[in-house]
């Protein structure tokens, strides 16, 4: 038995963090990633780089696939507009259980819906269960092979708006090719690479964001 990694993470915020501080909740994830264990959070270079695209896009709705630890949720999170709402759908219920708490140890819990259970069975449902029109910002962070199967089920149920902005890790590492290849081939998207390292590590990888043109 014993702890998981995902728990000593959250360990590591607790012990380091001050409640209610985001940006101290963040750096306690990044400290523990870098001198403790190697976890899979986008990480703080890929990070800056989210920032960005979440200020600039200033979402009133925003979806997040694949909440692991909550690092996204509370990078997201932090910089929502007043009213700004997310909603993040994670498989695992021993890493749900893991976000719910660092994300109330950053004092987001109020702007934040964590959601167990698969993206494909979810995404059907979130109009009518969370009265969502359509997301001006989505980030694409749960399963390499589930990024275009999940990104054509939002269109389906016109989650999408023209404007919303995708935003896509782990483009190069682990990849997602078939993903790549649709938006940046599609006449429905508007994609841009920008390009960075694995979190926490010097290998290549990096984000795309993608315009939906409806
Ligand atoms: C699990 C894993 C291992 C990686 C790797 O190349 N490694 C070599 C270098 N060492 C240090 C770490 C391990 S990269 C990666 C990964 C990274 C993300 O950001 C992910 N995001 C969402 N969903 C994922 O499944 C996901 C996997
Ligand atoms: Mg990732």
Redesign the pocket.
């Known amino acids: 038995t014993g702890t998981t990694r995902p728990q000593r993470l959250l360990r590591a915020v607790q012990e380091r963090a001050t409640r209610g501080d985001s940006e101290s909740v963040i750096a306690a994830i990044d400290h523990f990633c870098r001198h403790q264990e ?1 976890a ?4 703080d270079e890929k990070g800056f780089i989210l920032d960005s695209v979440v200020s600039e896009v200033s979402p009133q709705t925003a979806l997040e696939l ?1 909440t ?1 630890c909550g690092y996204s949720t509370v990078r997201i999170a932090r910089l929502l507009p007043p009213g700004g709402h997310l909603i993040t759908l994670e498989f695992n219920p021993n890493y749900a259980a893991v976000a719910r708490q660092v994300i109330a140890w950053a004092g987001l819990e109020d702007m934040v819906q964590v959601v167990e259970g698969a993206s494909g069975d979810w995404i059907p449902h979130l109009r009518e269960h969370f009265g969502i029109e359509s997301f001006d910002f989505v980030f694409l ?4 092979e589930l990024y275009l199967p999940d990104i054509k089920l939002l269109e389906e149920c016109g989650l999408l708006r023209k404007g919303t902005v995708l935003l896509a ?2 483009v190069v ?2 990849g997602t090719p078939d993903y790549l290849e649709y938006v940046r081939k599609s006449q429905s998207y508007e994609s841009h690479y920008f390009g960075s390292h ?4 010097r ?1 290549e ?1 990096g984000l795309e964001k993608s315009v939906y043109l409806g």
């Open positions: 190697w899979m959070n986008v990480g694949g692991y962070d749960h399963w390499k890790d782990n590492c682990p694995l979190e926490y590590t290998a990888d």
